[in-house]
C-alpha cells in the first residue's frame, strides 16, 4: 500500500477547491470596494481619511492575489490558481463596465 502524498490530494480536490476560491476571491473582491468607500467600517469623512481607505484596500487586495497565487502554485493546483488569478483581475473589471455603463446610456 502507497501512501497518497499530499500534492495528489490536492489535486484530487481541484475541482471543489476552484469554486470556493472563486467565491472567495469574490466575497473578497466586494468587502475591499465596500471597505474602502466607507460602506463597511468606518466612513472617511476628510480627503485624507478617503486616500488612507483606498490605500489600505488597494494593500489587502493586492496581498491577498499575491498570497493566493502564491499558495496554490506552491501547492500545485493550476486549476485553483487559475481560477484565483482571473476571477482578482477580471471581477474589478467587471464591476467598473457594470458602474460606468448605466453613466454612458
Request: glycine share 8%; net charge positive; aromatic share 6%.
Amino acid at each position: 500500500m502507497s501512501a497518497i502524498r499530499p500534492w495528489v490530494q490536492a489535486k484530487l480536490a481541484g475541482g471543489p477547491v476552484t469554486s470556493i476560491v472563486v467565491l472567495g476571491d469574490l466575497l473578497v473582491c466586494a468587502v475591499l470596494l465596500l471597505a474602502s468607500i466607507g460602506v463597511v467600517g468606518t466612513e472617511p469623512t476628510t480627503r485624507a481619511e478617503e486616500t488612507a481607505a483606498w490605500q489600505s484596500a488597494g494593500k489587502l487586495y493586492f496581498g491577498w492575489l499575491v498570497v493566493g497565487a502564491t499558495s496554490f502554485a506552491v501547492l500545485r493546483m493550476p486549476k485553483a490558481l487559475l481560477a484565483h488569478v482571473s476571477t482578482m483581475l477580471l471581477s474589478p473589471i467587471a464591476l467598473f463596465v457594470l458602474l460606468v455603463s448605466p453613466a454612458l446610456g
